[in-house]
Structure formats: structure tokens, C-alpha cells
């Protein structure tokens, strides 16, 4: 099995290569795909990396990458993506073309509010932030959390707790999140809607 990692707005980083480099005993391949062609940026600040993303093709290039990508992949496959990655692979779960997958981990996409019509076509969880600057979050949560084969995870942290690049990284999120990331790669996730709460751990909020 291998499995497919979607960036965010910073792409392809240290931070990101860590991250990865936790899973990849857990997979015979991992595939990163990122906006900038694997070339690291080293934005200086989030403002930064959003102005040139947004200049450099968006999210409407970052999928069809990704689309790319998963068409030339074999079976089986996870899917996993960050803030921006994870709209393009919550949009892509609901794709009939991509039968190969097995499950998609979608953490922190605020966008997916913009793509409700999207069906899940294998089990996908969708982990929140505890809140969300420019929309209610619980609402956004409230829309999606019986759809079937979405799992919905509303956490403790901040938007970006995965990345250490963020300001709102969370050290104790991270290690938690990889731990389950870890665990899910070894399971065959059970399709079916439910909410779940994240961690013990302290938060932000």
C-alpha cells in the first residue's frame, strides 16, 4: 500500500519531510505533492507562502496534480493533505474515478465549506481545528458529520498544528496526530458518519 501526501500553501519543506519520514515504515511508497515542484521555498511568514501560491496556479493546479498523480498510481492507496491539500483530497474522495484508494485524511481544510457537494466514495475523516477565523466551525461540522463514509474529528488545536512553520504548531497535536496516522495506515478504516473529540492533550483555544 502507499500512500499520497497533499502540501499546503508552504509545499515541499523540512517540516513536511519529517512528517513523512514518521510514516513511510508504515507504507511500501509515500508520494509527496506539493505546488512548487519539490522545491523549497523557505517562506519567511503564512502571508508570504499564500501571495505566491495564489500567484503560482492555486488550488485548481495543486489538484490536478494530485489527480495526475493518483492516476498513474496501483492500488491500494491513502490519501492525506493539509489546509489547502486537504480540500483538493476531500474533493478527490468524492471522485468515482479514484477506486484505489482506501482511505483520506483530510486535516484542517477550511475550503472543503465551498465544496458540500462532494460524497465520499471511501472512508475519509476530516480533522478540524478547535475554530476557524472567518467561518463557525461547529457549523461546518454540523453539515458534514452524518454523510456517510466521513468521520469527523474536531480537535484542540489550531489551524496549522501539523506544521511547524505555523504559528499556531502544536507540538503535542503533531506527535498525537502522527501516532494516529500511524495506527490508521494499519487499519481498514469502517465507513460510517461519526464525531469524534481529539486528545487529552492542552490547548490553545
Not at 4 to 30: K, N
Not at 54 to 76: F, V, Y
Not at 116 to 126: A, E, G, I, V
Not at 158 to 184: I, Q, T
Amino acid at each position: 500500500m502507499q500512500l499520497l501526501v497533499i502540501s499546503d500553501i508552504f509545499g515541499a519543506t523540512p517540516a513536511l519531510s519529517e512528517l513523512v519520514a514518521g510514516l513511510a515504515d508504515r507504507y511500501r511508497q509515500v508520494l509527496t505533492i506539493d505546488p512548487y515542484g519539490g522545491v523549497d521555498m523557505a517562506f519567511s511568514s503564512e502571508a508570504e507562502a499564500y501571495g505566491y501560491f495564489q500567484k503560482h496556479g492555486g488550488p485548481g493546479l495543486l489538484l490536478e496534480q494530485a489527480k495526475t498523480l493518483l492516476r498513474a498510481t496501483t492500488p491500494p492507496s491513502d490519501l492525506l493533505g493539509f489546509s489547502v491539500g486537504a480540500t483538493c483530497t476531500w474533493q478527490i474522495s468524492g471522485c468515482h474515478e479514484f477506486k484505489q484508494l482506501r482511505h483520506c485524511s483530510c486535516f484542517y481544510g477550511s475550503r472543503i465549506r465551498d465544496h458540500l457537494d462532494s460524497q465520499p466514495q471511501c472512508p475519509t475523516s476530516l480533522i478540524f481545528p478547535c475554530r476557524e477565523k472567518f467561518f463557525a466551525i461547529d457549523s461546518l461540522i454540523e453539515a458534514l458529520q452524518n454523510r456517510p463514509n466521513t468521520r469527523v474529528i474536531k480537535t484542540e488545536y489550531l489551524h496549522g498544528f501539523m506544521n511547524s512553520l505555523s504559528l499556531n504548531y502544536s507540538a503535542h497535536g503533531y506527535r498525537f496526530y502522527l501516532n494516529w496516522l500511524r495506527e490508521k495506515a494499519a487499519q481498514s478504516p469502517i465507513p460510517g458518519p461519526a464525531q469524534e473529540s481529539a486528545g487529552p492533550y492542552n490547548n490553545t483555544c
